[in-house]
């Protein structure tokens, strides 16, 4: 790497680094140091499993997603086939498609930023791009939250993979609440401030716990956009509606 | 086509799932990216997508609090992501709502509520 190249990163990274309240910027590192708590609990688990020191690395390169990536691994430790297990994976997935369509814009026109960006896209980085309002925060938001995020998950399944089980299950220090809560924390303000929003999220909510116990992991959440019926009824294309987002 | 043990599994056959699923997830990733650059969605259109994406991420924060595979996750959980979103609702800073929800969880374990 050249020094130019270097100095280039740096100020880039100043820049994203300026465009982002120092709260918020706090805010991703915090989720950053849990997210590395439940990268190493997945590599401690999946080395628990059987499975080879360097699969849990690789997978969180290759696929970074940790569901899919703790779903891929539960279903091999199951005695279930890789076929199925990466089919699994697949599905639950699926929902970064619509995550693309709205938060795009962050990448700009540069297909650079596109290749790598979509790369980083995860749901916590998604939603702290959501909680944010102006261009320039969008775009700091993801690419901060997605820079943080790939590294601390990465580094914590090191960890967990190759520095024996001192952490395998991510409830003992109540991990598997904290994101659920900071998914919620950060929608919140767009359920708070739409009652179109907050009405279909409802109705999506209910239809996705609902068949939660009967469909394959990932379908519940796509059908939760069957919740957006409950708006599209009640909105008259005419209705004037402001700037809206 | 199951396998009795994971160790069975060839380890071509990990590499051959991890590589498909890397794909195949960076696809979904980077096919809403792209669709997004080929076809101009009509205003309507795009304000229904984006709520669709507050409506995945509230049903992943529902499911995630309340289903363990097939099953009810335990008041633990559910607890611990209500007290979190109750300070967030009140408009509580990140480094009190994460550590709360977590705190409330395995503190409730801690007292055997699983």
């Avoid at chain 1, 569901?67 to 699994?88: D, E, K, N, R």
């Avoid at chain 1, 795009?104 to 791009?129: H, K, P, Q």
């Avoid at chain 2, 980077?30 to 509230?58: C, S």
Wanted: hydrophobic content about 55%.
């Amino acid at each position: 790497m050249t020094n130019e190249y270097r100095a280039f990163i740096i100020s880039v990274m100043r820049s994203l680094r300026q465009s982002l309240s120092p709260g918020r910027f706090r805010d991703i590192v915090l989720v950053g140091a849990a997210t590395l708590l439940v990268g190493a609990s997945f590599g401690a688990i999946a080395i628990g499993a059987g499975l080879p020191g360097y699969l849990p690395s690789l997978l969180s390169v290759v696929v970074f997603a940790g569901a899919a990536q703790f779903l891929f691994v539960g279903i091999i430790a199951a005695g279930g086939s890789p076929l199925a297990a990466t089919v699994a994976g697949l599905v639950v997935n699926l929902r970064h498609l619509p995550f693309g369509l709205t938060i795009g814009d962050v990448f700009g026109n540069r297909w650079r930023g596109r290749i790598f960006g979509s790369y980083l896209m995860s749901d916590e980085t998604v939603a702290f791009t959501l909680a944010e309002f102006t261009p320039a925060a969008r775009r700091a938001a993801y690419w901060i939250c997605g820079s943080v995020l790939f590294v601390s998950w990465n580094l914590g399944v090191v960890i967990g993979s190759f520095g024996g089980a001192f952490l395998d299950d991510p409830a003992i220090l109540g991990l598997d609440a904290a994101f659920p809560a900071v998914l919620l924390a950060l929608i919140l303000p767009s359920l708070r401030d739409d009652a179109m929003v907050r009405r279909c999220a409802v109705v999506g909510v209910v239809l996705a716990v609902a068949s939660a116990p009967f469909l394959p992991a990932g379908l519940p959440v796509l059908l939760a956009l069957a919740g957006l019926l409950a708006g599209v009824r009640r909105t008259p294309a005419a209705l004037p509606d402001g700037p809206g987002r | 086509m199951s396998v009795a043990t994971p160790l069975l599994v060839a380890p071509s056959t990990l590499l051959a799932g991890a590589a498909v699923l890397g794909a195949g997830t960076y696809a979904s990733r980077l096919a809403g990216t792209v669709l997004r650059t080929r076809v101009r969605l009509p205003p309507q259109l795009e304000k229904l997508v984006n709520r669709g994406v507050v409506v995945l991420l509230a049903a992943l924060v529902g499911v995630a609090a309340l289903i363990e595979g097939a099953q009810f996750a335990g008041p633990a959980r559910v607890v611990g992501v209500a007290v979190g979103g109750l300070l967030a609702w009140r408009k509580a800073p990140f480094v009190l709502v994460v550590p709360a929800a977590a705190l409330t969880a395995a503190g409730l374990r801690l007292l055997g509520i699983r």
